[in-house]
């Protein structure tokens, strides 16, 4: 993943930033917001991990920023603090961060953070992939996925985000189909009823 390192101590910063390229990321480390922000703007990435307190803007502020942008993939926000309390947190959460750290950084616990954020990450990708149109056939409503192949409503809800269907029947579709149904099946029963009834009359047995 693409990885924004800010942070303005700079033995923090090379070691977090070794740490972060031996697990195999591409890390841009950078020791302030405005710096960040820059960074930001000329490519994405996929994760920030900020310190909260910088020169000039706070991490909590790059934050803010980066929430509110129009456009864009989301990115995933960590804030590293000393911090504690209700307070602190509720600021944190408010302005948009994702998740946090204590100092001084556990590496152990950084790498198992990361994994966490992988994962929601990609589920914010695939609910962005469901929110764009589909490509569904007119006819049998199968929807073709990204190998080119057709499937079934079902089972690209499945695939994509695990989702499993317990099949219903809405009003318009009730009326449109199954109240025809039913009354055909009331004529064909009254059909083989008067028939019945026709053959018993000329044979003279009771119906």
């Known amino acids: 993943m693409n990885i924004l390192l800010v942070e303005d101590d700079p033995v923090n910063l090379a070691l977090c930033e070794a740490f ?28 920030i991990i900020s310190d909260w ?10 934050c803010k920023r980066v929430r509110q942008r129009k456009s864009g993939e989301y990115s995933f926000f960590m804030t590293v603090t000393s911090y504690q309390g209700r307070d602190k947190l509720n600021e944190a959460m408010d302005a948009g961060v994702d998740d946090f750290l ?15 954020a992988s994962r929601i990450l990609d589920f914010h990708r695939q609910i962005g992939i469901l ?27 499945s695939a994509h985000v695990g989702a499993d269907f317990t099949h219903s029947l809405c ?12 009354g ?20 003279g047995e009771p119906a």
């Not at 195999?24 to 020791?31: M, N, P, Q, R």
Request: glycine share 6%; with cysteine; aromatic share 8%.
């Open 20 to 47: 972060l390229n031996g697990l195999g990321h591409s890390v841009l480390a950078v020791d302030d917001a405005e710096k960040a922000w820059l960074s930001l703007s000329a490519q994405k990435f996929q994760i």
């Open 53 to 62: 307190i910088l020169p000039g803007q706070s991490g909590i502020d790059l």
């Open 184 to 203: 055909a099946l009331r004529k064909e029963n009254e059909a083989t009823r008067q028939g019945i009834a026709g053959t018993a009359g000329e044979t």
């Open 171 to 182: 009003p318009d579709c009730y009326t449109r189909h199954i109240l025809p149904e039913l």
């Open 102 to 116: 204590t100092k001084p950084i556990d590496l152990d616990t950084l790498a198992v953070r990361l994994r966490v």
């Open 131 to 157: 929110q764009d149109l589909l490509p569904i056939c007119m006819y049998c409503k199968k929807i073709r996925n990204d190998q080119a192949y057709w499937e079934t409503v079902e089972n690209y809800f």
